[in-house]
């Protein structure tokens, strides 16, 4: 998504911090949902995925998605699929391109994904 006049400007990663990018148009409008309703705890999020989208630290927080949702494809390339719980509803699905030291965002919403219940 090419930024535009009136969008917020995301810093740009330093320091061996990971480089996160929306997959979809509708990660980026969920993700400004986001921080909108829960600003403190996205921000939560985006600094623990520049720091370590792998982290399995807080494991009910942020952790590797399992059987059918494990992968996810992107550009034809397969990579694993995380989720990161930012409000009790709210979470952010990203796949992870270890490669590149890239985080691509292809879900993220105020409301739970209904492919997990």
């Not at 061996?16 to 979809?24: H, P, V």
């Not at 494990?70 to 699929?81: D, K, M, R, S, V």
Request: aromatic share 8%; proline share 8%.
């Amino acid at each position: 998504m090419t930024p535009k006049r009136g969008d917020d400007v995301a810093p740009p990663p330093v320091d061996g911090e990971w480089r996160l990018r929306f997959s979809t148009n509708e990660a980026a409008k969920g993700w400004g949902e986001l921080g909108a309703d829960a600003p403190g705890n996205t921000r939560r999020c985006f600094e623990a995925l520049r720091r370590d989208p792998l982290s399995r630290a807080d494991p009910d927080r942020q952790h590797r998605l399992r059987g059918r949702l494990a992968t996810g494809a992107l550009g034809g390339q397969e990579y694993p699929q995380w989720e990161y719980e930012v409000t009790a509803g709210g979470r952010v699905r990203y796949l992870v391109d270890e490669a590149r030291h890239i985080v691509h965002f292809v879900y993220a919403s105020t409301r739970h994904p209904k492919d997990t219940e």
